[in-house]
């Protein structure tokens, strides 16, 4: 399971992995409960790996601020929930991204990114590495291994 396949959809709470698309939307699976949903092409969805977080210098994608969380808790859930205080919030996402944008990050996206990757962990998803991209040479090493096989 990739970030690629990980939507939050506008009006439901929580996670949805995409199952398969259908001619009018797609099927997503809850990852609170399992129970799986049809969504149409009008719902507002973002998926997870188009996501970033504000900082001072730059845009930081949220399969980085997950992997800074991830490695300031050692692999396991937030020792903060997301239902914290404001300020309890800020200090913990201060701790994990000291240079984010207090100015654009509220502390609503905060307790969102807390209960997601919380989410995530508790489903198993522990892998939030950059997607290797195919390279041309590993491109044109594949268009020579199907030539030779011909």
């Not at 969380?69 to 919030?89: A, M, N, R, V």
């Not at 989410?119 to 991209?133: H, R, Y």
């Amino acid at each position: 399971m990739s970030l690629d396949k990980i939507v939050a959809i506008a009006g439901k709470p929580g996670l949805y992995e995409l199952k398969t698309q259908t001619r009018t939307g797609f099927v997503a699976s809850s990852l609170l409960d399992g129970k799986k949903i049809t969504v149409g092409m009008r719902s507002n969805v973002s998926v997870l790996s188009e996501i970033a977080i504000y900082t001072l210098t730059e845009e930081m994608p949220l399969r980085e601020v997950f992997a800074k969380i991830q490695e300031k808790e050692e692999g396991k859930e937030t020792s903060i929930g997301h239902k914290e205080s404001k300020d309890k919030l800020e200090e913990y996402f201060f701790g994990v991204l000291p240079d984010y944008d207090e100015d654009r990050v509220y502390p609503s996206d905060i307790k969102k990114v807390i209960q997601w990757y919380n989410l995530l962990i508790k489903n198993g998803f522990t892998d939030f590495s950059e997607p290797e991209a195919q390279t041309e040479e590993a491109v044109e090493e594949t268009k020579e291994d199907v030539s030779e096989e011909k």
